[in-house]
């Protein structure tokens, strides 16, 4: 006789606050990857792709879906639109890229407190999102939709470019910036943070093998939004994309990014606060059921 495996949920109102808390927190991250400065060794350039750790730690601890979506938004709303900054269908290939790996990577742990799990998920989200980037810039180039930037002391060669380019932000914004802190927080937040927020624990004693988790269905739907992604980003190179730029950097200076910071800190606030105004008001009812 088989047991039906106990499922994860959230109800409608805790997916959206995961939503909007994935939304704020990585809109704020991404604000703070903006000021800080590239680091350049001959052709190499070292730079702060993202702080991945946010969606990824979320995506873990959550629900990997809302958070993955949530943190995708937050980069188009605070990092694109509040800075008058909008690449029109070019963001549909960067949301559809960013978003899949994130849910990918969160789907794929079953235990929160097993490291090994979770080491893995954050690198394979990152390796996914930098893979599908990189084929999606040699497939433009190869097509002659853009043209091919040489970098000084490199050999002019897409894969090349690519290839370098792809180590850069796996080994360096992969490592530090999504591995590290993940490995970290996870494990110290699961079964912590949850109730603090109203919300359970994701179960760490279900098993769910890989077959399970990495269904034919999860891998047609990835070649079909990696195929989206990629002539959304064809489409963005031609005269049917539509840009918006207000270039509000330029009218009122780089200070301007503090209101973009500001705003996505103050939605961040706004949601933990909430969330943790209906755990309390779940929490007495809960004493008043027990005492009755």
Partial sequence: MSLNKPKYSLTQSQKMMVFILSMSLYGLSNMFTELIPEVRFGPIELSVEYFAFIPLTLCILFHPFYAAVGASVGEVVFGELMLGQFGGLGEVEKFITFSLAMFIAGSIVRNPQNRLQVGTAAMVGVIIHQMLSGMVDIAKVWFGIEELEAVEGLAESILVIEGVSFLNDVLFSGILFALLPTLYLVPRLYGKIEPLLGMKPRDN???????????????????????????????????????????FLGQFGDGFIWVSIGAAAAVALLTVMLLRRKAKISGSSDKGTHHA
């Fill in 205 to 247: 004693k279900t098993k769910y093998s890989m077959a399970e988790i990495v269904t034919p269905r999860l891998l047609i739907v990835s070649i079909v939004l990696a195929f989206i992604a990629t002539m959304a980003e064809f489409a963005s190179e031609s005269d049917f994309n539509v840009e918006w730029e207000a270039d």
